[in-house]
């Protein structure tokens, strides 16, 4: 599937390996060749699922194939980098959509979430509490005019700075992941098209 030129198909029955597949290439494709991969499935339990194998070895978990005797089978040449190796690094993972429809386990590993620890949030929120005192200003039917006049200036000017800056920390999240997940449907979302439409790079590898 790396190796194709254009399109790659992974096809079998229920129980036959797709999604860990699926996830050995997205490493392989990350760790090996150094892209940048967009993740998509119909349902967002699909997505939950891949993401959660995906990030197994960040928590410090290792796993192993095992034979139908039950003993570990241990892998040859490349592949063993899957299989109970850690990789170099962790793997840095955005996941879009609402955190009310993302599994628990994976909620660090949202959007949402990883704006809340981003370096940026912090100036934002500031932003947001000046705001908030100049909008009381103007809900104020006691407020003189020249206050009420300054105070709507400077909530034009707060809001398009909050937009930006809201923006950006967005934007270098999504920047800085290896892999971005979402459903086939929020792969269409605005933080999505306007990283896509700033030209930073787009993505080596889209997997449905």
């Known amino acids: ?54 990030v197994a070895h960040n928590n410090g978990s290792k796993s192993s194939r095992r034979s139908r005797k039950g003993k570990s089978e241990s892998s040859s040449g490349n592949a063993a980098n899957a299989f109970g190796t850690a990789p170099p690094r962790k793997l840095r993972a955005v996941r879009l959509g609402h955190p009310a429809r993302i599994k628990a386990s994976i909620q660090p590993y949202s959007l949402e979430s990883l704006v809340n620890c981003a370096d940026g949030t912090e100036v934002v929120n500031d932003v947001r509490k ?43 999240l999504i920047s800085s992941a290896d892999v971005v997940l979402a459903t086939n449907v929020g792969a269409a979302s605005s933080a999505l098209n306007k990283y896509i439409k700033k030209g930073r790079g787009g993505f080596d590898l889209v997997v449905i």
Do not use: C
């Not at 908030?132 to 809900?139: E, G, I, M, Q, Y």
């Not at 039917?141 to 930006?164: F, G, H, I, P, T």
């Open 1 to 54: 599937a790396l190796g194709g030129r254009s399109l790659g198909l992974i096809h079998g029955p229920p129980g036959t390996g797709k999604t860990s597949t699926v996830v050995e290439l997205i490493r392989r494709a990350v760790y090996d060749n150094g892209w940048k991969v967009l993740v998509t499935a119909p349902s967002n339990v699909a997505v939950d699922n891949v993401l959660e194998k995906l």
């Open 130 to 172: 000046e705001l908030a005192s100049f909008v009381k200003v103007l809900s104020d039917d006691k407020a003189r005019y020249a206050d009420r006049r300054v105070a709507r200036r400077e909530v034009k000017v707060l809001r398009s700075e909050l937009r930006q800056r809201e923006e950006t920390v967005v934007d270098d």
